[in-house]
């Protein structure tokens, strides 16, 4: 009987991993390529294998070594330097990113999956007409590239582009994560006008600040389908406010709650595509009701805690792959307006493990709390504790989506590199009146500026807004 070889057993081990690896079972394939790697460390094939687990289970900094090393040793490997491109872009360092995948093109010429990722790179990282370009580039190498028109329409939005890049948006609609809701058996709602026996049913997607931005449209829904029954899902969080805006809307606070026949169904999230195909057509008014029991109760608190003006503060939003560096900022930034005005958190720390760090932070710094309602565990409390203030600042985060719904007087501290919804970061943010986007300092800090807001709020007049 013939022993196997050196490379029939690295062969065998190669293979057996790659079905783990295809199979989802990243760490498995990555042990079996660690048992050759000291008998076969120079294999490109084993080195490229062990970075693409590596990225899959997160490990970027892991695969970046192992694919600088690839590159070294080989300067033509066209896939390793397009691997190497999403582990940098995975870190936030798009400037190292960019010439990874750029190289790659050198070497192969455009190709979906390259010119796409740079799509993304850019639309996250506040360059949208670079963004643009590269999503065209994608979608010349294949016109039905989901991850180039998803881009492309982000980065559309963010230029004010709205027509198109509500077009694009749709495109969302054939990701893997898409819930299409297939339990409510019903028509696609094209925006036509309905009979009084039809049912529609409006559902929520992606975060609570996204549901809360598109229920803008309700008003406009409820306009155009006359007297047909509506039915908005929507977060357990959102679920009581909206009930209160809405008394005629039934409002469910989980997908299996939906009972009976509807007729006709839509996402949320396609409603811009029907009724802001400019930006004339959105007006940016409040649309959300706080309650005014609440508002009273907290209009008392805060009267015990100081004088006006009111300002309650978010600080931190996001995770790692939504831009959290960016979105977050020191409690001890705020310094200026908490030495001239009456301040209150308004950041969540419902949220688990991050709640308990937050909520630690705060206390250390002094920073008061009416109820852990109001600070962003129900909309329907917060929504109440903004409209008694005399301004929100936050940094982009579910916060600046409730003050805007309710019109009240919010400053959004704009990260370097902001996301659609904050557009190129201009002064102002169409979908909400009462928002203002601010931007660092000229010395590159925030207290400058936020020592303009503090003045501002002192001297001026609450009536007078942003």
């Known amino acids: 009987m013939t022993m196997p070889g050196k490379q029939d057993i690295i062969r065998r081990f190669i293979d057996e991993g790659l079905a783990k690896q295809r199979a989802g079972d990243f760490g498995g394939a990555l042990t079996l390529y660690n048992k050759v790697l000291n008998i ?66 050198e070497l192969d010429g455009d190709s979906e999956q390259v010119c796409g990722n740079l799509a993304g790179l850019f639309a996250d990282s506040g360059h949208p007409e670079k963004a643009v370009a590269w999503g065209n580039r994608a979608l010349d190498c294949n016109p039905d590239s989901i991850q180039a028109r998803w881009h492309r329409g982000l980065a559309r939005l963010a230029m004010h582009e709205f027509a198109a890049g509500w077009d694009d948006y749709e495109i969302r609609k054939e990701m893997p994560s898409w819930n299409p809701r297939r339990r409510i058996e019903a028509a696609e709602w094209a925006g036509e006008a309905l009979s009084p026996e039809s049912r529609l049913y409006l559902h929520g997607e992606q975060g609570l600040g996204d549901e809360i931005l598109f229920l803008a449209l309700i008003p406009r829904v409820i306009e155009r389908v006359g007297e047909a029954r509506i039915t908005v899902e929507v977060g357990r969080k959102l679920a009581g406010l909206v009930e209160h805006t809405w008394p005629d809307v039934e409002v469910l606070a989980d997908e299996g709650a939906a009972t009976g026949r509807y007729t006709h169904k839509a996402a949320l999230g396609s409603l811009p595509r029907l009724f802001w195909r400019d930006r004339g057509d959105i007006g940016g008014e409040p649309y959300l009701v706080p309650d005014p029991e609440r508002q009273a109760s907290y209009t008392r608190q805060l009267e015990a805690l100081g004088p006006r003006p009111w300002v309650a503060l978010a600080w931190f939003g996001g995770v790692k792959a939504t831009n959290l560096l960016g979105r977050s900022v020191s409690l001890s930034v705020f310094g200026p307006l908490r030495e001239a005005c009456t301040c209150v958190s308004g950041q969540y720390e419902d949220v688990q493990p991050v709640g308990t760090v937050l909520s630690r932070k705060r206390r250390e710094a002094g920073l008061p709390m009416l109820d852990i309602d109001s600070a962003g565990a129900d909309a329907m409390a917060q929504a109440a504790l903004f409209a008694c203030c005399d301004a929100v600042v936050t940094v982009p985060q579910t916060a600046l989506h409730v003050a805007g719904a309710v019109g009240a007087r919010c400053y959004v501290l704009v990260p370097d590199a ?49």
């Open 40 to 105: 076969a460390p120079d294999s490109e094939e084993l080195r490229f294998l062990v970075a693409e687990c590596l990225l899959r289970l997160e490990c970027n900094g892991l695969a970046v070594n192992v694919l600088q090393n690839l590159v070294r040793d080989n300067p033509d490997n066209s896939r390793a330097w397009c691997n190497l491109g999403v582990a940098y872009g995975k870190e936030g360092f798009v400037d190292d990113a960019e010439s990874a995948w750029l190289r790659a093109i």
């Open 418 to 466: 902001p996301d659609w919804r904050l557009g190129t970061g201009a002064a102002d943010m169409p979908y909400y009146r009462s928002v203002r986007l601010v931007g660092k300092g000229a010395d590159g800090s925030w207290e400058s500026r936020l020592a303009d807001i503090a003045a501002e709020l002192s001297s001026g007049s609450r009536a007078a807004g942003p």
